[in-house]
Each structure stands twice: as structure tokens, then as C-alpha cells.
């Protein structure tokens, strides 16, 4: 079966913004696609011939935008597509990249197995070294397994057939970009790490290699609007992951802020014992900092109210992918048309092209992980993530950690489980994740949990989830904070979810989630599968706003709360509690929400 190549290629801008060359080579389009419902393909033969249907990457088969928009168990599925190697990608090794797959992937090149990983919201890579050379044709086939059964980390896909409460249509397979690039044979430059420090006004580089050769020298060079800023270089003969100081000159210091997201062009280069340039990638990086000061989180020295709103990022057409990168863009340009200043990027790590328009835009948001799907129904030994989650978790860090917008880590979500006299599985695994973020960046808060349960005493942030519609009765549980006695969830039974509040930050997390679909028929209030949020619907539209700026009122009012995060930004399927409809259309006064919202907080006057 051939492949028709396609003029409209859809998502075709660059997948990784921030460690960009100049060559790469776009796989989104059409693929041979075939579902393999009982997971036998390997043995029927599936790796080696054509497949039956053709497929649009990189959307799932789930999603519309696919072409095949089947929403049943995907036990596996499989990919083929052949992709001739440019001829200029001389003296090259060849790296094929995906940006996600869910959620268990092999992926073989003319027959050889190149690539295996577990996990479906992380890139990969693998290394096409010996197979792909120039002009070539080169045979890829992906295997992807998806089961509905046992711990997976799955965010918010549903384990049985339809969609239902908070969860939606699951996503199996190829959905984020496919893409080729060449890097030098002999040595390249992998991904950096960039650490902002502003009490110096330096930036700290951490530029790893493929190897260490004779001669050879990094070099970065910062810029900004006015031309080169500061550049440095180091041997990198000797180190692994040669360091580099760019300490910038104090007159062309400028923060990066939510008011004023200034960032820096920055070069990174290889250079051989000539002086000549093997390698060249470019980034960019801002200078801000976060500190913790008492309850107070701070942004560059400066308590800034985080005025956050819960984003999912689902979309109708694509699901868990933006059907464009202007998409993207509209999620976080709605929000800020809102009044809000930031958002948790909910159950789900989200393509980096987000980041990086967060990053221009000076949006704050808190990386999160898909972690729901460990749920066992064992009393007191419910929630079982493993050792799945720890690695996926590691990838995601090392992929965001130099994004400046990134201003917290939050590895859990809503892991509710009884606190008792034993050591479980979660104990386990929240501590480890924990630890795990604190190593990878101890230069961001972490959150151990979001809501619930908090079994790491030490975590740098405590929070909640409070849906109380009644303004009167949300403020009387969230007035304790002042006497360090906050609102912390519990179990139905009242018995503890979680370890006792140490005076961290504390924010509500999660609140409104306000039920307000206008166009609804059950005038009686009841929610359906069609049709649901939080509590009671509001009659009208102005009692909506009432309520809406009633509840964020409170937590505008405490001056020992450091922000919020409101749910959500758009309705999601049933999910009708959206400020904007799944569509992102608008359902809502939005200026009388961001005036709701945009008013002064007793945490910045304090």
C-alpha cells in the first residue's frame, strides 16, 4: 500500500522549542495504521507487510482528525510508513524522536528493533545509526499497546467504554509529533539544562555529550534585543556535562515576570580542536527566580498571587492533541482574557510548544503528571502506582526543567488512600517521585500531592480541593489558615487521608467547578451523563457570577493564601463547568469574570 503524500501537513511547526537545529525532518501525515484488538499482529505478521487502513498523525484513532475516530479498547495498534533519509545528512547520525505514545512502544527500522518505552505522555528516542544513511529509504513500523487493565498511568482516559464523570474518550498510540533529525557522528550536544540564578544575574548551563574528543570546546553565547550579551566556553574533553557561568552584565539584566516575560536568545556550540563548529543548537532561557518565605511563595523576591485556572487540554476534534499550535496558544490567551495569571496543566503532561508559548507569554504553571489509573479497590491498599510512573515522571522533568514558566512541580493528584498504621505502595511511590523531583530541580516547589493524600511530610506546598458551591460556607472552611488549622481533605469517613499541615504556602488547588450549561433542558438541575459539575446548577447566568466571584472572593481575601486554581478553563465532553465551551467558544461574560478575579489580594498588600 503506498502512502499519498499529503500538502497540508498538519502540526507542522518545530516539537522542541527550546533545543532547536536548523535540520529536522517532519513525519506528521499519513501513516498505514491497522488496529490489533486481541494484541497478536507480531505473531499474524504485522510488523513485516502492509497494514489495512491509513491513519493522520499525529492524532489517535480515537480522535476525529485521525481519519478512523474508533472510541473502543485499542488493545494495540500498529504503524508503517517508509520515509526516504535527505541526502544532504551526510556524516550524520540519524535520530528518530516521538513526542508522545500511548503507552507502551516498540518501534522497528527496516526490521531491526530500535526503540522501547513505557509511557504515554513522554518523548523517546531512537538512534537510526547504521540503518538510515543519505538518500535512503527507511521502513518504520510502530507498535503501540494501550490495555484498560492493571496500573497505567492514563490521566483522565476512561477504563470503561463510554465516557462518564471526569472521564473522556482515551487516547492509544502516536499523539504528538514524529520527527527525524541528523546530529553530528562524532560528537553532539544533548539536551541542555539551564538554571536561572538571579541573585547573581548568571545563568548556569549544563550542556551533556554524546562523547568527549581531544581538542573539543562548548560555547554559549547569551543575546537579547541589542545584540550579543555575554558569552562563555569550556574544554569538553574531560567532562561529560561540561558547565558553563553566564553571568550577565548588570545594565542588561531584565527579569523574566508575568508582566514583563523578557527571555534570552542563546547559542550552543561544539567546537573541535580547530575551532570549527560541529554541533549548534539554539534556546532561550529567563531570568527569574522562586523562593519560599513562611506561607509565601515568591516570584523574582515578590509575592504574586497565583490566579490559576485547571486546564486539561482536550480538545473535540483531537482529544488529549491540539488540532493546530495555534490552539495551543488560544488556551493560555483565553485564560489571561479571564484575569488569570496561570494554570495547572491537569492529568496530563502537556506538548511543549505550550510551555513554550507560556514562556512568552509570561504565564505561570504548575507541571503536572497523568497519574491516575493505579486504582486496585483494595481497602486501604487502593491506589498502587509503580515504578512506571517514577521513570515517566524523570522524563517529563528532564524535558521541561529549563522552561522559566514552570514555577512548581505537582508528580500526584488526588491519590486518595487512608492513612494508617502500614507503609503502602502510594507511600511508597509518593516519597520516591518526591525525592525524585527535589534531585532533578531543587530550584521549583514541589507539591508532593495535589489535594490529596499528602504522605510526604517535607513537601514544600500544601494544598487542597474544596467544590463547596455556598460562598458563606467555603469561606467558614477555608478561615482556619491563619491559625494553621486549613482546610485538608479527609475521607468520607472522616478518618485522615493525609500527614498533618506544617505551616507550608497552602493554596486551594482545586474550587468552583461552577455547573453552567445555558443551554441544558434539565431546568430541574439534575446532572446527567450529558450534562454535569459541581453542586447545584445556577439558575441564571447572574447568580453564576455571584456565585463565581463570591467563591474566588474568599480566597482574594485571605492574606495568608498564596493562590487558587479554579475549574476549569472549558467544558470538557460532559464535563459542563467550563468558563468557555468545548469548543473554546464563549458562554460566559468573560469581563465580568477577569473583574471578578483581577482586583488587588490581601497576599500581595501584606
Known amino acids: 500500500m503506498s502512502v499519498p503524500h499529503s500538502p497540508d501537513q498538519p502540526r507542522p511547526e518545530y516539537p522542541r522549542p527550546q533545543f532547536v537545529r536548523d535540520a529536522w525532518l517532519n513525519l506528521n501525515g499519513t501513516w498505514q ?11 499474524r505478521g504485522l510488523a513485516e507487510g502492509d497494514l489495512a487502513d491509513l491513519i493522520t498523525v499525529p492524532f489517535c484513532p480515537e480522535s476525529s482528525l485521525s481519519g478512523i475516530q474508533n472510541t473502543d479498547f485499542l488493545e494495540a495498534v500498529w504503524y508503517r510508513r517508509t520515509v526516504t533519509v535527505p541526502e544532504d545528512w551526510t556524516d550524520a547520525r540519524v535520530l528518530l524522536h516521538f513526542g ?10 527496516n526490521g531491526v528493533e530500535v526503540a522501547r518505552h513505557r509511557g504515554g505522555f513522554t518523548p523517546f528516542t531512537a538512534d537510526l545509526d547504521g540503518i538510515a544513511e543519505p538518500g535512503s529509504d527507511v521502513t518504520l513500523v510502530v507498535r503501540a499497546r494501550d490495555s484498560r487493565h492493571g496500573a497505567q498511568a492514563r490521566g483522565k482516559q476512561a477504563t470503561w467504554y463510554a465516557n462518564s464523570h471526569c472521564h473522556y474518550t482515551r487516547t492509544t498510540g502516536i499523539w504528538q509529533t514524529v520527527w527525524m533529525e541528523p546530529v553530528p557522528r562524532s560528537v553532539a550536544l544533548k539536551r541542555p539544562r539551564i538554571t536561572p540564578d538571579v541573585s547573581s544575574g548568571s545563568f548556569y548551563l549544563e550542556l551533556p555529550l554524546t562523547a568527549n574528543l581531544p581538542g573539543h570546546r562548548v560555547r554559549a553565547v547569551l543575546s537579547d534585543e541589542s545584540g550579543e550579551v555575554v558569552a562563555a566556553e ?11 557561568v553566564l553571568a550577565v552584565p548588570e545594565d542588561r539584566v531584565r527579569l523574566w515576570a508575568p508582566e514583563d516575560p523578557h527571555l534570552y536568545g542563546l547559542r550552543l556550540q561544539v567546537l573541535d580542536a580547530d ?20 506561607k509565601r511563595i515568591l516570584i523574582n523576591g515578590r509575592p504574586v498571587f497565583q490566579r490559576l485556572v485547571l486546564d486539561q487540554g482536550y480538545w473535540p476534534d483531537g482529544l488529549m492533541t491540539a488540532p493546530s499550535d495555534e490552539a495551543l496558544l488560544k488556551d493560555i490567551t483565553l485564560a489571561m482574557d479571564a484575569g488569570f495569571n496561570g494554570a495547572r496543566l491537569h492529568q496530563k503532561v502537556f506538548e511543549e510548544r505550550y510551555l513554550y508559548h507560556a514562556d512568552r507569554l509570561g504565564y505561570l504553571v504548575w507541571g503536572e503528571f497523568g497519574d491516575w489509573g493505579c ?32 514555577i512548581g512541580w505537582c508528580p500526584l493528584n488526588e491519590t486518595y488512600q487512608h492513612l494508617h498504621d502500614r507503609i503502602t505502595q502510594l507511600d511508597d511511590v509518593t516519597q520516591a517521585m518526591f525525592l525524585a523531583t527535589k534531585q532533578a530541580d531543587p530550584t521549583r516547589p514541589v507539591v508532593d500531592a495535589s489535594g490529596y493524600a499528602h504522605r510526604v511530610r517535607e513537601t514544600d506546598v500544601y494544598d487542597s480541593h474544596c467544590y463547596e458551591q455556598d460562598p458563606a460556607v467555603f469561606a467558614k472552611a477555608m478561615s482556619g489558615l491563619a491559625e494553621n488549622r486549613p482546610y485538608v481533605n479527609a475521607g468520607p469517613d472522616g478518618r485522615p487521608w493525609s500527614v498533618a499541615y506544617r505551616g507550608q504556602p497552602y493554596f486551594c488547588s482545586e474550587f468552583g467547578g461552577i455547573w453552567w450549561d445555558p443551554q441544558a433542558a434539565q431546568a430541574s438541575g439534575s446532572k446527567t451523563d450529558e450534562s454535569w459539575g459541581y453542586g447545584d446548577r445556577p439558575r441564571t447566568e447572574e447568580e453564576f457570577h455571584d456565585r463565581f466571584a463570591g467563591l474566588t472572593g474568599v480566597l482574594l481575601d485571605d492574606p495568608d493564601m498564596f493562590g487558587y486554581c479554579y475549574t476549569q478553563l472549558t467544558d470538557v465532553f460532559q464535563e459542563q463547568n467550563g468558563l468557555y465551551r ?7 461574560d468573560i469581563e465580568r469574570i477577569r473583574q471578578a478575579q483581577i482586583r488587588p489580594a490581601s497576599y500581595e498588600n501584606n
Not at 515522571?393 to 524535558?399: G, I, K, S, T, V
Request: glycine share 6%; charged share 30%.
Open 582 to 588: 468545548f469548543d473554546r467558544s464563549v458562554k460566559l
Open 375 to 406: 486504582e486496585t479497590g483494595e481497602r486501604d491498599n487502593n491506589q498502587r502506582p509503580d515504578a512506571s510512573y517514577v521513570a515517566e515522571w524523570m522524563e517529563a522533568l528532564e524535558r521541561d526543567y529549563s522552561h522559566p514558566s514552570i
Open 100 to 109: 508522545a505514545v500511548d503507552h507502551d512502544t516498540t518501534v522497528w527500522a
Open 234 to 244: 569550556a574544554r569538553a574533553d574531560l567532562d561529560l556535562c561540561p558547565r558553563l
Open 275 to 294: 575551532g570549527t563548529v560541529v554541533d549548534t543548537a539554539d534556546s532561550y532561557a529567563g531570568l527569574r527566580s522562586v523562593a519560599i518565605r513562611g
Open 33 to 43: 495504521f491497522e488496529i490489533d484488538l486481541s494484541d497478536t499482529g507480531l505473531e
